[in-house]
């Protein structure tokens, strides 16, 4: 099984603003399915379908060690956040590199799941971190915009 290519900074893709999804399709669902296993495959904890070259509103997190929190989030929208953290981030657009950022320490977030329905998640700590961080993908935002000092090189974590 070939996985989708993973787009890295400097590719334009990554500055485009996705569009919102109406209905979900045979592709889309494969779609999902390969961007889970780009995720697993890279030991990522969130992906944004942008990241693979689809400009969708579709992200997938799973923030567990054992690939048993997966979640889709189609056309999500943050309704709440609130408090700050301040802690190193990574992506898999941005290979071998990490750097500080600030993100909001709790959000709730409004997303339609892999059936269209509605659906509310309420993060805080690593997911409300993921979840600002993929969020942002959709809108054509890397984490590197928001970093505070320099990119350093990463020891391996996501
Ligand atoms: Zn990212």
């Known amino acids: 099984m070939a996985l989708r290519q993973v787009r890295v900074l400097g590719d334009d893709i ?36 942008v990241q693979v070259g689809v400009l969708k509103r579709i992200i997938v997190i799973d923030i ?14 943050i309704l709440e956040s609130s408090g700050e953290q301040t ?3 990574g992506c898999l657009s941005v290979p071998g590199k990490q750097g500080q950022v600030t993100r909001p320490n709790y959000v709730k977030v409004v ?4 059936n269209m329905e509605e659906q509310e998640i309420e993060g805080n ?32 974590e996501e």
């Open 14 to 49: 990554l500055s485009k603003r996705s569009k919102e999804v109406k209905e979900i399709t045979p592709r889309l669902r494969e779609l999902i399915d390969d961007m889970f296993d780009v995720l697993y495959d890279s030991n990522g904890v969130g992906l944004a379908a």
């Open 64 to 77: 567990s060690e054992d690939h048993s929190e997966r979640r889709v989030l189609i056309n999500p929208r």
């Open 87 to 89: 802690g190193m981030e």
């Open 111 to 114: 997303y339609l799941d892999e």
């Open 125 to 156: 700590e690593v997911l409300a971190r993921c979840l600002c961080h993929e969020l942002d993908h959709l809108d054509g935002h890397t984490y590197v915009e928001k970093v505070e000092g320099e990119l350093v090189d990463a020891e391996q």
